[in-house]
């Protein structure tokens, strides 16, 4: 079946450690592609987003991910943590141009940052 | 938050009630859609719609209706509430490949 796939569903960081978020979809063809971040109790904020271009994208809080179309993976990285980033980690695709409300999520993975 | 509204925020119901969440936005968005999340399983996508009059069934819609009759308005319906749709249910909205924007979430129990 088509789907959204987060490897790492608990990870355990210490504060300055490095991060990556794995993701990867299984659909053909031409895909959108976004990490949102979901704070506890709050709603889904967007840390990034690539629809076409360099694949290195920059988002905020200085969240980077690398779209690789061969490997159909859009991984999710940060060089250094803060208990800040504590939160749940959501990777989503939307299917070519004209589906960009129709997400199609990950699982979801964890990320607990200890000061 | 930048425009997304979903009323109520909390709502316990009891099995075979009707309900309807809320939602708005004002920032003249075509796209708005309701998605619902539960432990493990990420967010999944109960109804959709690119415009006033017109919706599409997502993923998971057996239990809810939709209706857009405004483009600022997308109220989602439990016809008749069961257990299994407990859950946190988001709205969200946007543009052709633009950023989709989330409300803050309703959390809703059925006992």
């Known amino acids: 079946a088509q789907s959204v796939s987060q490897h790492n569903h608990h990870v355990i960081l210490s504060e300055a450690a490095s991060l990556e978020l794995g993701c990867n979809y299984s659909?053909?063809?031409?895909?959108?592609l976004f990490w949102y971040v979901q704070y506890p109790g709050q709603h889904l904020q967007l840390l990034l987003k690539?629809?076409?271009?360099?694949?290195l994208v920059k988002g905020i809080k200085g969240f980077e991910a690398e779209f690789i179309k061969s490997k159909f993976s859009f991984n999710l990285r940060k060089p250094s943590v803060q208990w800040s980033d504590t939160a749940e980690y959501f990777c989503?695709?939307?299917?070519?141009?004209?589906?960009?409300?129709?997400?199609?999520f990950g699982q979801g993975t964890t990320l607990q940052v200890k000061p | 938050n930048a425009g997304v509204t979903q009323t109520p925020k909390f709502q316990v119901l009891k099995t075979g009630q009707s309900m309807t969440l809320q939602c708005a936005q004002d920032m003249n968005h075509e796209y708005m859609s309701w998605y619902r999340q539960d432990p493990g399983m990420g967010l999944r996508l109960i109804h959709y719609?690119?415009?006033?009059?017109?919706?599409d069934q997502g993923e998971v819609p057996n239990g809810y209706n939709v209706s857009r009759s405004t483009t600022e308005d997308f109220p989602l319906r439990l016809l008749s509430a069961a257990p299994s749709q407990t859950s946190v249910y988001f709205c969200a909205s946007g543009r052709e490949r633009n950023t989709i924007y989330f409300g803050e979430g309703s959390w809703l129990t059925v006992v």
């Open positions: 659909y053909g063809g031409t895909v959108n």
């Open positions: 719609s690119v415009g006033a009059g017109i919706t």
């Open positions: 690539y629809f076409s271009g360099d694949p």
């Open positions: 989503a695709v939307t299917k070519g141009s004209s589906n960009t409300g129709k997400l199609i």
